[in-house]
């Protein structure tokens, strides 16, 4: 299949992600929708950052595309693929396909008129949703959560131990900057495996300072920004929120995983 849009995927990449979708019924009415059609055509949408309405013809209608995109976020496929991507990749990288420490930190973005859950970040002064990250060293993925940004770092830490599951099975230290001082690594401490070490910047450094492991969690953040649907969050639910957030860390490692 020739790409029709750059953020297409190729022959290669598509190769690695296909099984994820169930074939068509070889009874019934079959099916008027090619997979990787809708695939495309949402991740150009994460990539490009239009509105559904606006999808090219050249893929499916709008309505039918979120269907699939909606199913797939409900039933955990998404999930799947970009987990079993961030395994092979890490393994390609000479890693044991579960991470054995990480960073995590937060990213306050403006929401726009839609509605849903949102906050005041006081911190950074915005307006809108806070995405709470936990990255491997590799800066890859492992567990997004998506509140509102009066939300504090501390307590979005917390929700994010509390979803891990056995993708973080081996963790056992991560990164953290100040904020995440003070109760919390007594309480991580009594309840998990792993502890948070508290990575700080110097009192005599001046101006930007690139900090020992902390620059790869940030370095994420900015992948995630390079995508148009993540410059805001346009979502009405944090759930579609985060989502998206792990389609763009998909389409990332399909592109490392096969260039070409």
Same mark, same amino acid.
């Given at each position: 299949?020739?790409?029709?849009?750059?953020?297409?995927?190729?022959?290669? *990449?598509?190769?690695?992600?296909?099984?994820?979708?169930?074939?068509?019924?070889?009874?019934?009415? /079959?099916?008027?929708?090619?997979? $990787?059609? +809708?695939?495309?055509?949402?991740?150009?949408?994460?990539?490009?950052?239009?509105?559904? $309405?606006?999808?090219?013809?050249?893929?499916?209608?709008?309505?039918?595309?979120?269907?699939?995109?909606?199913?797939?976020?409900?039933?955990?496929?998404?999930?799947?693929?970009?987990?079993?991507?961030?395994?092979?990749?890490? *393994?390609? #990288?000479?890693?044991?396909?579960?991470?054995?420490?990480?960073?995590?930190?937060? *990213?306050?973005?403006?929401?726009?008129?839609?509605?849903?859950?949102?906050?005041?970040?006081?911190?950074?002064?915005?307006?809108? $949703?806070?995405?709470?990250?936990?990255?491997?060293?590799?800066?890859?993925?492992?567990?997004?959560?998506?509140?509102?940004?009066?939300? *504090?770092?501390?307590?979005? &830490?917390?929700?994010?131990?509390?979803?891990?599951?056995?993708?973080?099975?081996?963790?056992?230290?991560?990164?953290?900057?100040?904020?995440?001082?003070?109760?919390?690594?007594?309480? +991580?401490?009594?309840?998990?495996?792993?502890?948070?070490?508290?990575?700080?910047?110097?009192?005599?450094?001046?101006?930007?300072? +690139?900090? /020992?492991?902390?620059?790869?969690?940030?370095?994420?953040?900015?992948?995630?920004?390079?995508?148009?649907?993540?410059?805001?969050?346009?979502?009405?639910?944090?759930?579609? #929120?985060?989502?998206?957030?792990?389609? &763009?860390?998909?389409?990332?490692?399909?592109?490392?995983?096969?260039?070409?």
């Amino acid at each position: 299949m020739n790409k029709l849009y750059p953020s297409d995927l190729t022959d290669s *990449q598509w190769h690695l992600i296909k099984d994820f979708f169930p074939p068509p019924k070889p009874t019934g009415r /079959p099916r008027e929708n090619d997979c $990787r059609l +809708v695939v495309n055509a949402i991740l150009y949408l994460t990539k490009t950052g239009v509105p559904w $309405r606006y999808l090219p013809i050249q893929y499916p209608k709008w309505a039918t595309v979120y269907d699939y995109f909606r199913r797939w976020r409900k039933d955990g496929t998404l999930v799947r693929i970009h987990d079993t991507l961030r395994a092979r990749l890490r *393994q390609k #990288s000479g890693r044991h396909k579960h991470a054995t420490a990480g960073a995590i930190d937060s *990213q306050s973005v403006k929401t726009t008129l839609v509605g849903g859950v949102r906050g005041f970040d006081a911190g950074k002064l915005i307006n809108g $949703r806070k995405r709470h990250v936990l990255v491997d060293t590799l800066g890859l993925l492992l567990l997004v959560v998506v509140t509102a940004a009066s939300v *504090q770092d501390r307590d979005g &830490a917390k929700l994010i131990c509390r979803r891990l599951g056995g993708n973080a099975k081996k963790l056992r230290k991560i990164w953290v900057d100040g904020a995440y001082r003070g109760e919390l690594l007594n309480w +991580v401490e009594a309840r998990f495996k792993f502890i948070l070490s508290v990575v700080l910047r110097s009192d005599k450094q001046n101006g930007f300072v +690139v900090l /020992p492991r902390r620059w790869v969690v940030e370095r994420t953040l900015a992948w995630l920004t390079n995508n148009r649907r993540l410059a805001k969050d346009y979502e009405r639910l944090p759930e579609t #929120s985060e989502a998206f957030v792990q389609l &763009a860390m998909t389409r990332l490692m399909l592109q490392r995983l096969q260039p070409i």
